[in-house]
């Protein structure tokens, strides 16, 4: 059990902890000159069934409040301490107010100084600190009179910490590691070491982790808990880490870094919250109100965007958004408390609710459905809700890494739900049984509905049908769910169109009978220079307008792609060139290619290839930047599957046999 001091300076916080465990944690020679702590001290204090109690010693004066957050906001048990002579004091009731918004609900109250006060003022200011702490976390919390000095009361205060350890469930060691650093140093023959009280998760020694923000990897060489040399360290407990790696010095890891698993770093710097404004503030907070916000051991300026018209009033909880001036390494539910700018008083604190908060949009109703999900503590629930509302589909892999849980939980989480799984390289997207179903269905049906409407086109397009649908699932994970659907052979994606299987685009039979005629004429060893509209109708001696008119039918049949005005090429042929270019830019050193190269490949003329690749560029395959092009490799299948077998034309000129020698215009 974690024990962590708190209350007014020169209450004898320090001199009590020594009483109780022989340890001086005054460490610092100015603290010594001084006779006050000014950083955190640290104590151990081994019981008789092996266990060992830590104590973390918080300085008390009013301008080392943000020390005393760092060394509060990991503990276990409270041990507010009053000077009998004093009673309550401006620090008194603002540690008492963070320990209240840190929601440390154990704990107990040491009336110090009892050797100086008479008896009936012992039993005043213990009325007083009832008063006080009625409403509290602490409101149950034993008054115990001692005396420092003349060991009064000390043994049986002793005893009462060491019967609330032994009462204290052990912190679950099921999450991924976290460890808030309290400290950095050097130690001569060890090397760089750490402390801190870890938060969630275990760490066995040669284990790899990363300090977040900064992103740094280390490995662990040896470690102490609890002031005793170990093998692993599990949540709850105090340690020291010795730390080896690139970059891992004293001066490179500071106070409010985490050690964490390295799946876990993903620093953040915009973080919706539950908030709750302190009743003693003076008055309410309204929007963009700049603050100093502690989590763990760290400390960082932020802004208060309010989610609703409304300022914040005093004694009032609500949901906001914190823009922090830095990215800082943190967990949906993890703890913070709000000072203000001039770091004079404590203003509020609350829980954190969604560590990627989005900057627009922050107030609708599709958002707050989402906040009041994430702000649910069981992970099973809070899920469940998320894939009940809009967008109806949610990054399971991010969901359980903002919450630092194992991977393990994840596939039960899985299969608990009955949840269809769309994955990618970097994601896993998630979907509720009966949304998946509704999804599936709606596709079909709106898909039947269109090729009713559009029997001679190919198919719709892939943003149209998503814009359509009921459930509306955001670009990514709906490609995914598409590409699903085909895998299981209830659609076809024929490049940026959707169709379902059975549905085959026809052309009349006197089209039919006309388009048989013109499809050769447009590929063979011409396909890369086809003739334009006017000339095949001379060829074949129809109409140029007819001729128009059936490749038009065509391009919405996807079986040609107009490149240009009146120039039609067979979309096999562009699925080929699309091949070609990106064959070029997977050559090229820096992906780049220009448009002779593309020329020289298919032996279609300057005039053409230019035509072909502006063709790409309109529909976002290819990026043209002062005449040098790049393939935008998230299109490449635009106009069918990526053929990487596929040789180019190499140059080859030759004229189709037994038809006229078309010029390409």
């Not at 009336?111 to 602490?138: F, H, M, N």
Request: aromatic share 4%; with cysteine.
């Amino acid at each position: 059990m974690i024990i962590g001091t708190a209350g007014h300076v020169d209450h004898g916080k320090t001199t009590l902890v020594k009483a109780l465990t022989g340890i001086d944690t005054d460490r610092l020679k100015e603290e010594k000159v001084r006779g006050i702590t000014i950083d955190l001290g640290f104590a151990y204090l081994p019981s008789e069934n092996g266990d060992i109690l830590g104590f973390v010693d918080v300085p008390g004066h009013e301008s080392l409040v943000h020390t005393m957050l760092a060394g509060a906001s990991s503990i276990d048990f409270a041990f507010l301490v009053v000077a009998a002579d004093d009673g309550l004091m401006p620090q008194t009731r603002e540690h008492l107010a963070i320990i209240d918004l840190l929601g440390i609900g154990r704990g107990i109250v040491a009336i110090t100084k009892i050797d100086t006060v008479a008896p009936e003022r012992i039993v005043e200011v213990s009325q007083q600190l009832r008063d006080v702490l009625k409403g509290t976390t602490l409101e149950n919390a034993e008054l115990v009179p001692v005396s420092a000095l003349t060991g009064q009361g000390v043994g049986e205060l002793r005893q009462r910490l060491v019967a609330a350890s032994n009462e204290m469930p052990r912190r679950s060691a099921e999450g991924r590691f976290r460890m808030a650093i309290d400290r950095s140093f050097t130690l001569t023959g060890v090397g760089v070491v750490v402390t801190g009280t870890v938060l969630s998760g275990c760490a066995l020694i040669d284990d790899h982790f990363m300090v977040s923000p900064t992103g740094l990897y280390a490995r662990i060489r040896s470690m102490h808990v609890q002031n005793r040399s170990a093998k692993s360290a599990r949540a709850g407990d105090r340690c020291a880490l010795n730390l080896v790696g690139d970059g891992i010095t004293k001066e490179n890891l500071r106070r409010g870094d985490v050690v964490v698993d390295a799946d876990l770093h993903a620093p953040t710097c915009r973080i919706d919250a539950s908030l709750r404004l302190l009743p003693s503030e003076p008055k309410a907070i309204r929007q963009w109100l700049p603050v100093r916000l502690h989590h763990a051991s760290t400390e960082v300026g932020a802004h208060i965007a309010l989610l609703s018209d409304e300022p914040l009033a005093p004694g009032m909880q609500a949901d906001v958004q914190l823009v922090l001036d830095r990215p800082i390494a943190a967990a949906i539910l993890d703890r913070f408390v709000i000072r203000d700018v001039s770091a004079r008083r404590t203003v509020g604190g609350g829980r954190f609710i969604d560590l990627r908060a989005p900057s627009r949009h922050r107030r609708t109703s599709e958002r707050q459905a989402q906040r009041a999900a994430l702000g649910l503590p069981d992970h099973t629930r809070a899920l469940s809700a998320l894939l009940t509302n809009p967008p109806f589909v949610w990054d399971i892999s991010n969901f359980m890494r903002d919450r630092a849980r194992p991977e393990s939980e994840e596939r039960r989480l899985i299969d608990e739900l009955d949840l269809t799984v769309l994955e990618t390289a970097s994601a896993r997207f998630v979907l509720a049984p009966e949304y998946w179903d509704r999804f599936e269905h709606d596709v079909a049906d709106k898909l039947a509905t269109f090729h009713a409407e559009n029997p001679d086109l190919q198919g719709i397009g892939r943003e149209k049908l998503r814009l359509l649908l009921e459930l509306r699932l955001d670009p990514l994970p709906f490609g995914l769910a598409l590409t699903r659907l085909a895998a299981a052979g209830s659609l076809v994606l024929d490049g940026a169109f959707v169709r379902l299987a059975s549905h085959v685009a026809r052309m009349s039979p006197e089209d039919e009978e006309s388009w048989a005629i013109i499809e050769p004429i447009l590929g063979g060893d011409n396909r890369f220079r086809p003739p334009r509209v006017r000339d095949i109708a001379t060829a074949v001696e129809r109409p140029e307008r007819n001729i128009r008119k059936l490749l038009k039918l065509a391009a919405r049949m996807g079986r040609v792609d107009e490149v240009a005005m009146d120039h039609f090429f067979l979309r096999a042929t562009v699925g080929e060139m699309v091949q070609i270019v990106a064959d070029l830019s997977a050559d090229a050193r820096d992906g780049r290619f220009t448009a002779a190269q593309f020329r020289d490949r298919v032996t279609n003329g300057r005039k053409v290839a230019i035509q072909v690749l502006n063709f790409f560029d309109r529909h976002g395959l290819t990026l043209n930047r002062n005449d040098l092009r790049r393939v935008n490799r998230h299109r490449l299948e635009l106009f069918g599957p990526l053929v990487h077998s596929s040789e180019p034309n190499n140059g080859r000129e030759s004229s189709p046999v037994g038809r006229p020698d078309f010029k390409s215009g």
